[in-house]
């Protein structure tokens, strides 16, 4: 595991390099442009750096610690101004073209990091663990939306806005996207048998998805209870989307905008969650002043489901 060397009781034997703009950051730097402690954001280097070290060996190519904390910066913030700041003679241009690299890189991890269960060990492991939570059997997954600011084509830039401002046409509902998702027609064709995924109510019943029971009509006491365990379930999706949106800072929709076209916009998306996922296998945690945030990020994700 990637675990750093001054960890108490986590130690390995393991030889890092000499990282001459990384040694030079402090640890309060750190955390603050990148989200992440001194040795996380080492060990993100270290892991993705052979990826995206320069070729040549020319005095002006940026080195890969460059390019890679000039990304976290910006998955942090959504801002250049720290690289800016720190490495003399790096232009914003030359900012665009490392983000866009690195997060081509780390597209390229994206089947490694970002993965369902799919074999009947891996389903029994997820559904076991979510039947502990509420005592709701066969799940191994939860389905959620979440808002990513963009910046909207000028074509056809209406439907790219969200029902949060109803004079303009909504973007796609929760259902429409699920009906047209990879994974809901894998679960069609029957690949996972008899396991299920939860949602909200603003999906569709079906027998491999499990939404809460209407409260419009009288429930009786088992809908009931079948509705207060999925509630409770249905929270670890909250807090999944809440904890990448507080390490991520520019994927939350007070944190930055990104300013980007909606494809370009989709390459970060999946470049910050290879990052986080990489992040939460290896035990680089959340930092604890990034608590409060995420609270509230949760909180705000929790209300957007009530409006």
């Excluded at 690289?83 to 991890?109: D, F, K, N, Y």
Aim: aromatic fraction near 10%; glycine fraction near 8%; proline fraction near 5%.
């Amino acid at each position: 595991m990637a675990i750093p060397l001054f960890v108490l009781n986590n130690e390995r034997n393991r030889v890092y390099k000499q990282r001459r703009l990384l040694e030079s950051l402090s640890e309060f730097e750190i955390r603050k442009h990148t989200g992440l402690p001194w040795w996380g954001a080492r060990e993100l280097i270290e892991w993705i750096e052979p990826e995206v070290e320069p070729l040549a060996r020319r005095n002006y190519a940026t080195p890969a610690e460059t390019k890679i904390l000039t990304t976290l910066g910006f998955f942090r913030s959504g801002s250049f101004q720290w690289m800016l700041g720190t490495v003399s003679g790096t232009s914003q241009p030359s900012c665009s073209r490392i983000i866009a690299e690195v997060s081509s890189t780390l597209q390229g991890h994206a089947n490694e990091m970002i993965r369902f269960p799919a074999s009947v060990d891996e389903r029994n492991i997820v559904s076991n663990a979510f039947y502990q939570v509420a005592g709701l059997p066969n799940v191994i997954g939860i389905v959620d939306g979440s808002h990513v600011l963009i910046k909207a084509p000028t074509d056809h830039g209406g439907v790219y806005i969200n029902r949060k401002q109803p004079k303009y046409p909504g973007s796609s509902h929760d259902s429409f996207i699920m009906r047209n998702s990879a994974i809901c027609h894998r679960f069609q064709r029957g690949e996972f048998g008899n396991n299920v995924l939860i949602g909200d109510s603003g999906y569709f019943r079906a027998p491999y998805l499990a939404i809460p029971f209407s409260r419009r009509a009288a429930l009786s006491v088992e809908q009931q209870l079948f509705n207060t365990a999925l509630t409770k379930t249905r929270s670890k999706v909250e807090r999944c989307i809440g904890l990448w949106k507080c390490r991520f800072r520019s994927m939350h929709k007070s944190g930055g905008d990104l300013c980007y076209e909606p494809a370009k916009v989709c390459k970060l998306i999946t470049a910050s969650v290879v990052l986080h996922n990489y992040c939460v296998n290896f035990g680089i945690p959340l930092l604890d002043e990034d608590e409060h945030q995420l609270e509230l990020i949760i909180h705000g994700l929790a209300e957007d489901e009530l409006d």
